[in-house]
Nanobody, 115 residues
Framework: QVQLVESGGGLVQAGGSLRLSCAASGSIFGINPMGWYRQAPGKQRELVARIRTSGGTTYADSVKGRFTISRDNAKNTVYLQMDSLKPEDTAVYYC?????????WGQGTQVTVSS
């Protein structure tokens, strides 16, 4: 089993910044793909950013140039630095890790951006 614990969400004004963290623990071996998704009220869950085993990254078009995903392999932790936040970034943000053919999800952390 794998456990993912997110932190760092909160309320911020438009234009501000937040940094999300996701610590993974449990049956984790080596470096695994990790990522962040988000789900706004009434909308489907969508990919925000992913970081591959190689360190390569993918971003949703809506966050390119504003968000940065990174990882600390020694700590099994992935981060999402969110700058120039907009009200439309308001959502619950979920961390995910892929290993052994399964995708694991965190419990989510709320990000609210006020205008």
């Amino acid at each position: 089993q794998v456990q993912l614990v997110e932190s760092g969400g909160g309320l911020v004004q438009a234009g501000g910044s937040l940094r999300l963290s996701c610590a993974a623990s449990g049956s984790i071996f080596g470096i695994n793909p990790m990522g962040w998704y988000r789900q706004a009220p009434g909308k489907q869950r969508e990919l925000v950013a992913r970081i591959r085993t190689s360190g390569g990254t993918t971003y949703a078009d809506s966050v390119k140039g504003r968000f940065t995903i990174s990882r600390d392999n020694a700590k099994n932790t992935v981060y999402l630095q969110m700058d120039s936040l907009k009200p439309e970034d308001t959502a619950v943000y979920y961390c995910t890790l892929s290993t052994n053919g399964r995708d694991y999800w965190g419990q989510g952390t709320q990000v609210t951006v006020s205008s």
